[in-house]
T-cell receptor, first 117, second 113 residues
Framework: AQKITQTQPGMFVQEKEAVTLDCTYD???????LFWYKQPSSGEMIFLIY??????QNATEGRYSLNFQKARKSANLVISASQLGDSAMYFC??????????????FGKGTKLTVNP | DSGVTQTPKHLITATGQRVTLRCSPR?????VYWYQQSLDQGLQFLIQ???????AKGNILERFSAQQFPDLHSELNLSSLELGDSALYFC????????????FGPGTRLTVT
């Protein structure tokens, strides 16, 4: 079963408007973390924002905020005042414990965001 | 610029060959992670090293191996290459063995012909 689900393969938004990218997750761990990464067409993975499962406040980083709803197991990314440079693939990821006491990231399939002028 | 470097940026090779991808973590980071991004499998965790020792293994094929050297750079070795190994290979690093902050390198795009 998928652990990270991003139901929107593609999203379109007008420049200067806000957009929400959906992410739901599945875990039985009490302690976990959720990440969002941006991947522009050039290919690099850019860390955007992190939310820990025990964080009481929703994470914010500049124009990015994470709408964390623990009971619904959702961690949606909100981008305010979209810019043309925000056009990219966006990946939601969850920190998952591995055998041996380490951790790894499990990624969703991504959402392609296109910002229209 | 994340501070993580990867070489080469692009690699084209034939089936059956062996290649080595190199990664230098950010200064001060002890953990190195390798990921594979392909069109059909998406982004998948391959393996993690922490301060020279293997810490976690993901979906890494037996034809693939990695190591982390005393200077903390890491190499991913891919052998007996198949067409399906064509992908973008990312290295990421973090300070500790946890994942509170993990930064990715620019990736190596491998094309197997």
């Amino acid at each position: 079963a998928q652990k990270i689900t991003q139901t929107q393969p593609g999203m379109f938004v007008q420049e200067k408007e806000a957009v929400t990218l959906d992410c739901t997750y599945d875990t039985s761990d009490q302690s976990y973390g959720l990440f969002w990464y941006k991947q522009p067409s050039s290919g690099e993975m850019i860390f955007l924002i992190y939310q820990g499962s025990y964080d009481e406040q929703n994470a914010t980083e500049g124009r990015y905020s994470l709408n964390f709803q623990k009971a619904r197991k959702s961690a949606n990314l909100v981008i305010s005042a979209s810019q043309l440079g925000d056009s990219a693939m966006y990946f939601c990821a969850m920190r998952e414990n591995t055998q041996g006491g380490s951790e790894k990231l499990v990624f969703g399939k991504g959402t392609k965001l296109t910002v229209n002028p | 610029d994340s501070g993580v470097t990867q070489t080469p940026k692009h690699l084209i090779t034939a089936t059956g060959q062996r290649v080595t991808l190199r990664c230098s973590p950010r200064s001060g980071d002890l953990s190195v992670y390798w990921y594979q991004q392909s069109l059909d499998q998406g982004l998948q965790f391959l393996i993690q090293y922490y301060n020279g020792e293997e810490r976690a293994k993901g979906n890494i094929l037996e034809r693939f191996s990695a190591q982390q050297f005393p200077d903390l750079h890491s190499e991913l070795n891919l052998s007996s290459l198949e067409l399906g190994d064509s992908a973008l290979y990312f290295c990421a690093s973090s300070v500790g063995s946890g994942l509170d902050e993990q930064y990715f390198g620019p990736g190596t795009r491998l094309t197997v012909t």
